[in-house]
DNA sequence: GCCGTTTTCGGCCCGACTGTTTTCAGTCG
């Protein structure tokens, strides 16, 4: 069952939507957008709220309020039936073709009777767009590779397969000479669970060199767009990675906008121009002399707007401004919170640092507690003996009584690793550690590090 | 349709790139 929030916020979104094709006022359209966001992110469940309390919600007023009430008693809104009346489904998932947005849909739809993706490609096909004014050759190209582009699945990846790449990306592009800095930005650096496509920003006084590099990477599929400042490229796995090259004195605004969302810098856009200011990737102006003000720093971007730093994870537009502006942002965990490790593996196994360094590391982390795990015994890939371990054991209590941390020392035994069992004293298919002095014993995670 | 350091009306984010309608509209992020 679909929470009444997310129902709602479809709806609404579909008919911006549908009121972008037919032609309807933009601003109206970019009202129902934002209300969409808003009823999506809201913290409370709307099929609680009275008018009164839906109002309370950001970009909803009483027209709104009332659609949101009617789909709540009846599943739906009665002018949106009317406007799915004139424009057919198959048009609106037209608009989800990259490069064909509701302007070319419409006259589609309206000069051609085109009311499908499926009747948009025989159309072409068929050289039925052939002098239909806006729709040259090129366009014509686009749009099929946007129909191919679209009916490939799964076109969003696990952060874990755009971080590799990304990180990949960022390594080769810092070795540009020229290059001052490179990072990721967008939904990577906001760490969102599926990511779309890649944000690169870089900070050099030589574009041209940045770009070179980034069309000769390896795993280039085809440019989508290049020109001086900003190129995009398909992979050959099939991720869009997007470069933006700028200069080094306008880092910090650039990265608070690259970062994103959309919705989030929309806010804090609107939030410039209601000072009197212009907010853009190069920087914060005065909007009247335009004189600029700020751009080195997000923080001073930021601090501008009357707002603290705003950490990227929150920057979604889902009430961290709000939070912002009262001076309640919360207290996020970092890796600073991090008071030990419980699972670790020594150059003894498969780990790739010996063991002082794996402690020292621990120390100048500042951690509490530290347990080093090297696998059992008899592994078929591991080197491990009875004899090396217990060695370990003895060395690991010498550099215990060096410093305050906490050590413990345990290993992650095998399934069936009864051998095993007796260097802990106890057996287990997952593993066992022992606190250093031997007094005190806690359970293992299974990540490795 | 919503909102307010512009407060009940007037304004609503900003810039890059593409293709085409040769000066700009459409699309995207």
Not at 228 to 236: H, N, Q, Y
Request: hydrophobic residues 40%; contains cysteine; charged residues 25%.
């Amino acid at each position: 069952m679909p929470r009444a929030n997310d129902v709602v916020e479809a709806l609404l979104q579909e008919y911006a939507d549908l009121m972008a094709i037919s032609g309807g006022d933009a601003f109206r359209v970019r009202t129902y957008e934002k209300a969409a966001r808003s009823v999506g992110g809201y913290h409370a469940d709307l099929s609680t709220l009275d008018e009164k309390g839906l109002q309370q919600i950001a970009n909803v007023g009483g027209s709104t309020a009332k659609k949101i009430q009617e789909i709540l008693q009846t599943g739906t809104f009665h002018q949106l039936e009317e406007l799915r009346e004139q424009v057919p489904a198959g048009v609106r998932e037209m608009i989800g073709i990259p490069g064909l947005g509701p302007k070319k849909a419409m006259v589609l739809y309206r000069d051609l009777h085109i009311g499908s993706v499926q009747e948009l490609a025989e159309a072409i096909d068929g050289g039925t767009l052939k002098g239909l004014k806006g729709f040259g050759d090129k366009t014509e190209e686009n749009i099929l590779r946007g129909i191919s582009l679209m009916q490939q699945s799964g076109d969003r990846v696990l952060i874990g397969v755009a971080m590799e790449l990304a990180e990949e990306i960022v390594a080769e592009l810092q070795a540009v000479r020229g290059c001052e800095k490179c990072e990721y930005a967008g939904s990577l650096r906001r760490m969102a669970e599926t990511i779309g496509d890649i944000d690169i920003l870089v900070a050099s006084m030589d574009g041209p060199s940045v770009m070179e590099a980034f069309v000769n990477l390896p795993y280039l599929d085809r440019v989508i767009a290049r020109g001086e400042t900003k190129t995009s490229i398909r992979t050959t796995k099939g991720l869009q990675v997007d470069l933006r090259v700028i200069e080094p004195g306008v880092w910090g605004a650039a990265l608070q906008y690259f970062t994103g969302s959309k919705a989030h810098n929309i806010r804090t856009r609107e939030i410039a121009v209601r000072k009197g200011l212009k907010l853009s990737e190069y920087g914060l102006f005065d909007a009247e002399s335009g004189d600029l003000i700020v751009a080195e720093t997000e923080a001073e971007v930021y601090e501008r707007l009357g707002l603290p730093w705003i950490p990227p994870t929150l920057r979604e537009d889902r009430g961290e401004i709000e939070a912002a502006l009262r001076g309640d942002l919360p207290d996020l965990l970092d890796l600073a919170d991090i008071r030990g490790d419980l699972h670790t593996h020594t150059n003894l196994t498969d780990g790739l640092a010996p063991l002082g360094q794996m402690i020292d590391t621990a120390r100048d982390l500042k951690y509490a507690y530290y347990a080093v795990t090297d696998h059992a015994p008899n592994l078929y890939m591991q080197r491990m003996t009875d004899e090396k371990m217990l060695a370990q054991r003895k060395e690991l209590a010498k550099l215990a009584a060096k410093g305050k941390m906490v050590l413990l020392h345990g290993t992650e035994l095998n399934i069936d690793g009864v051998r095993a069992g007796s260097i802990g004293g106890r057996s287990s298919s997952r593993g066992s550690t022992s606190a250093w002095p031997p007094s005190t014993r806690c359970s293992t995670s299974r990540r490795r590090t």
